[in-house]
């Protein structure tokens, strides 16, 4: 039997919902819509649900708008059916429901990420710690200490001991050798990085070496590492190195290829920093690009580098795309629709609805409230009075009569502004909710079991009676 989904919702949602359900064609489950009796649907509360809903035979799920605030668990129970909080935005139901209304599991991945603090020698061992915990809450697995040409580090042995007592697990990443056996004295778990001459250090100490040829792109010598790794019976990780676009950047990815190839067992390691560090270009889509190429070719090692202030969130990034990445494998499917987090300046929908929706909500629209909304022909403003569209927020402000209401007229000229940014950049815009960017600018937790605070228009309302 066909499972029933029972959709609830108010009076201004209810015809765009149906519409929405009805463009699904025939589905494996029957539907239906219940309007609750309120006139915005995320303003329906535990109490009202009780009192007024009668829910149909069969009903075996109940889907609330995503920003209902209410226990679902006592909903459930109340009325023994499986209530969930769908999308908070309509136009988002058909991949909900695409997913049977579950989300998908990002909690596993397979990636490790090092994270390099490349100005450690300037630091002190306090500011180590501070810098270990930021990369540690954005993602990072393993703290990486970058020491620099011709600059001491005389805290270096005490960082490692101090950064590995609080609980880090830590690289040191030299090319000076007595760095990195004073590293590998003081417990570090990786040195980065030995090649097939170099790679004798490793012998006397557990640190797992990071293995790079003795001569850049040459394949044959860090083979010779990896043979002298193997028949010393020691843990290793090999690094073909990603070289910077225009100098050599194809024919590195090809060395990481054919490195797979040749050693199809090993454990790889990649540096994304020649690419997001050294492009102009904004790093969530490069770094999407550089951990799908590790997905595929089973590289579970990245060490990422932030020196630029256009990579401020690449640890973040990284996070995010390995969890994408591994469930989207492990589903055998294409990176799409488990997680907006690398998608920052556009949305794959910016828009909830059309004009026509638009047009059609502001006709049964029956207060002074202002709605506003986007389309792909504008901005939309209405309320009982009337309905406007522009593409420039400074046209509208002249017919809103709002000009001897500071309070409402900044409020307005706020949301406009955000309205058109969002519009301009192909982003979605909701009312009274920031503008979304992705691991970019993550956005403040919500408490989906408390009613929302009353928004700007309505407060000043209430305030000033």
């Not at 450690?120 to 970058?146: E, F, H, K, N």
């Not at 090993?266 to 799908?292: C, F, K, Q, R």
Request: hydrophobic share 45%; proline share 5%.
């Amino acid at each position: 039997m066909a499972e029933r989904f029972v959709f609830l919702t108010g009076h201004l949602a209810r015809v765009r919902l149906e519409k929405q359900l009805t463009t699904l064609g025939q589905t494996d489950f029957e539907w239906s819509v219940i309007d609750i009796g309120v006139k915005v649907a995320a303003l329906m509360t535990e109490e009202i649900i009780k009192r007024r809903l009668t829910l149909p035979d069969g009903a075996s799920r109940v889907i609330l708008p995503g920003r209902y605030r209410g226990d679902l668990e006592r909903l459930s129970s109340h009325f023994d059916v499986h209530f969930v909080r769908g999308p908070d935005e309509i136009a988002d139901l058909p991949a909900f429901l695409g997913r049977a209304g579950e989300l998908p599991d990002l909690t596993r991945h397979d990636m490790r990420i090092f994270a390099e603090i490349v100005d450690a020698p300037m630091l002190s061992v306090a500011g180590l710690v501070a810098r270990a915990q930021v990369l540690t809450a954005a993602g990072a697995d393993v703290i990486d200490l970058g020491c620099l040409p011709e600059t001491p580090f005389p805290l270096l042995e005490e960082a490692v001991r101090t950064l590995k007592g609080e609980g880090f697990s830590v690289s040191v990443d030299s090319a000076n050798l007595d760095e990195l056996k004073t590293g590998a004295r003081a417990g570090a778990d990786y040195l980065l990085s030995l090649n097939e001459e170099t790679l004798p250090l490793a012998f006397d100490h557990p640190a797992v070496p990071v293995l790079i040829p003795s001569v850049p792109g040459d394949l044959d010598s860090l083979g010779r590492a990896i043979e002298a790794a193997q028949k010393a019976g020691i843990s290793f990780i090999a690094d073909a190195v990603l070289d910077p676009i225009h100098f050599g950047f194809a024919q590195s990815v090809g060395r990481f290829i054919e490195a797979r190839r040749r050693w199809p067992d090993i454990e790889l390691l990649m540096g994304t920093g020649n690419l997001t560090e050294l492009t102009d270009a904004d790093t969530s889509g490069i770094t999407a690009v550089l951990a799908g190429l590790c997905s595929e070719l089973a590289i579970r090692n990245v060490l990422v580098v932030h020196v630029s202030p256009h990579t401020v969130r690449t640890v973040e990034e990284h996070d995010i795309a390995r969890r994408v990445l591994f469930a989207a494998r492990q589903d055998g499917s294409l990176p799409r629709g488990y997680h907006p987090g690398l998608l920052q300046v556009h949305d794959r929908k910016p828009f909830v609805a059309t004009g026509e929706d638009i047009d059609a909500l502001a006709d049964v629209v029956r207060d002074a409230n202002f709605r506003i909304m986007t389309a792909e022909d504008g901005i939309h403003i209405f309320n009982s009075k009337g309905h406007v569209l522009a593409t420039d927020a400074f046209e509208l402000f002249p017919g809103l009569g709002v000009e001897a209401d500071g309070a409402h007229a900044f409020y307005l000229g706020a949301e406009l502004m955000k309205a058109e940014i969002a519009w301009r950049l192909g982003k979605r815009y909701v009312q009274d909710e920031p503008l979304t960017w992705g691991v970019a600018a993550p956005a403040p937790e919500v408490d989906r079991m408390r009613l929302a605070e009353a928004g700007h228009t309505l407060r000043a309302k209430k305030e000033g009676k």
